[in-house]
């Protein structure tokens, strides 16, 4: 007390110069501590306290109760600190050895230090949790884009072997039908549109025209056909492989029919030179 309090060494110091009675509500004299003697009382320190070193603590409550003692006529003030944990204690300047051994609030202090610890710990875990299952979530949409990426440029049938890490062996075929496609005037197109403008031009040609052929070489409208892939203004498919189609002459040749047909359809300013 005389660290956390040293006005409390001073002579002639009261009690009423250092704390104020907070319960019961009532004014601080000892007749009232005598008629109220069985009474939980609450003391608080004042502003201005120091310790020896010029600092100044948070306000300390004191919880106890008024003893008195007759032979002496005096009144006996035994008292815990109301904190709720270790750094509560610490900002009124006490330590956990300063509470007596045989009193609950050193074990109400750890055991709210031990809830504190478990609190943080399962905090920490829930955002662990957290971020893993954004992890996952995160890794599952990765996984889907390279099974999309997968299959778009795969046969079905390899892409699935590929997944599942299972070794795609080297097959040999007696017959398939090719088809290889070309826009007439394409060189010539590109020779008048050598600028980056032109460029750009280039490109969205090609992406029109092809993204409406690929509609023609979907696997599920058209199993019998595979893109194999598109090189400048070629367009390349195959029917035959990988998986055997027996019609797989009239398939290309359909697909061909269909290709022509479906050109006349795609519509792009400045076509100048191409058929």
């Not at 319960?23 to 306290?49: C, D, Q, S, Y």
């Not at 944990?85 to 009124?92: A, I, K, S, T, V």
């Not at 290889?180 to 490109?203: E, H, P």
Request: aromatic residues 8%.
């Amino acid at each position: 007390m005389a660290r956390v309090l040293p006005a409390f060494t001073e002579n002639e110091c009261k009690i009423t110069q250092v704390m104020d009675m907070i319960r019961p509500h009532m004014e601080f004299t000892f007749n009232n501590i005598l008629a109220h003697i069985n009474t939980v009382f609450v003391l608080r320190t004042k502003f201005g306290n120091y310790n020896d070193n010029g600092k100044e603590f948070t306000r300390m409550r004191l919880k106890g109760q008024m003893i008195y003692v007759p032979e002496t006529d005096l009144v006996l003030f035994l008292c815990s600190p109301s904190v709720l944990n270790l750094d509560d204690l610490n900002r009124r300047g006490l330590f956990l050895s300063d509470i007596p051994l045989h009193d609950a609030t050193r074990d109400l202090i750890l055991l709210s230090e031990q809830f504190e610890a478990e609190y943080k710990l399962t905090k920490n875990l829930e955002i662990l949790t957290d971020k893993l299952q954004q992890t996952y979530r995160e890794l599952e949409d990765e996984k889907r884009k390279t099974d999309r990426l997968l299959y778009s440029v795969l046969p079905p049938s390899v892409a699935n072997e590929l997944r599942h890490q299972r070794p795609v062996l080297a097959k040999k075929y007696e017959c398939v039908t090719l088809l290889f496609s070309g826009i007439v005037g394409f060189n010539d197109y590109c020779a008048k549109n050598a600028d980056s403008k032109g460029a750009m031009k280039i490109v969205k040609l090609l992406n029109n025209l092809y993204t409406t052929f690929d509609v023609l070489t979907d696997p599920k409208k058209n199993p019998d056909v595979y893109k194999v892939e598109t090189v400048g203004d070629k367009y390349m498919a195959v029917s035959g492989l990988p998986e055997p189609c027996e019609s797989h002459a009239r398939c290309i040749a359909r697909l061909a029919l269909d290709i022509m047909d479906l050109s006349k359809r795609v519509k792009y300013a400045d076509l100048d030179g191409i058929l």
